[in-house]
């Protein structure tokens, strides 16, 4: 019997075991979901999750029984922990055992640093400060990462105004003699009327908002 067969075979025990019927589809996504598991440590997580449960389980709260989420900070700490863990261990000789030690992510947070040697001479003059700094990294790091930026580079943000949007703005004004001829100067008077057209009333509100944006700026 394969292990997607025997998985199966777990998620309708796991209707019977409430007494509640999986139809075929919801046997066929839980067993997806959760194949790359063993069944004894599906059992495990589920007798985990039992304890503190009435309801049935979806894969979701399985796995997270399994492969608990670590956040960016604690596995920054633990990749700069592993750094100076290496650094006592191997010293600057050794850096391809001190790779091996620290993993990926560390590694890249000591190229970022000037490299092994660098981070070794570094060590014993500002280690407090060089922590500090390589932690703050690997979590910038971590969240690059997470949003699929690992290989780009740092930008600047975009504009947070488009001048496309201004223009359909300008566009939507409704024409007619409404607006005062005080609103050119910053006043406004409801005794003094005006006749100002559509391209008029375009051209207000633009400069207007040009003048908003350039005092932001």
């Known amino acids: 019997?394969?292990?997607?067969?025997?998985v199966k075979l777990f998620w309708v025990g796991i209707g019977e075991y409430y007494?509640?019927?999986f139809t075929e589809n919801q046997v066929r996504m839980y067993t997806e979901d959760t194949e790359h598991f063993s069944v004894a440590d599906l059992n495990r997580a589920f007798t985990v999750y039992r304890a503190e449960n009435k309801f049935p389980p979806l894969p979701g709260d399985l796995t997270a029984i399994l492969k608990p989420r670590i956040?960016?900070?604690s596995e920054a700490l633990e990749a700069v922990s592993l750094i100076w863990e290496a650094v006592a261990r191997f010293g600057w000789p050794n850096g391809k055992?001190?790779?091996?030690?620290i993993g990926e992510l560390g590694w890249k947070v000591v190229e970022r640093f000037g490299g092994w040697t660098t981070v070794c001479d570094q060590a014993d003059s500002d280690g407090g400060i060089l922590r500090a700094q390589m932690r703050d990294l690997a979590i910038a790091m971590q969240s690059r990462a997470k949003a699929g930026l690992n290989d780009t580079l740092p930008s600047l943000p975009g504009p947070t105004i488009d001048r496309r949007v201004l223009d359909l703005v300008a566009k939507a004004l409704p024409v007619g003699d409404a607006l005062p001829h005080?609103?050119?100067?910053g006043r406004v008077s409801n005794d003094q009327p005006s006749s100002v057209n559509r391209e008029d009333r375009v051209s207000i509100n633009r400069e207007g908002v040009d003048s908003e944006i350039g005092a932001s700026e």
């Not at 055992?97 to 030690?101: I, N, P, W």
Request: glycine share 0%.
């Open 1 to 6: 019997m394969t292990n997607t067969q025997r």
């Open 19 to 21: 007494q509640k019927h």
């Open 71 to 73: 956040d960016e900070k």
């Open 97 to 101: 055992d001190a790779r091996a030690h």
């Open 182 to 185: 005080e609103h050119r100067h």
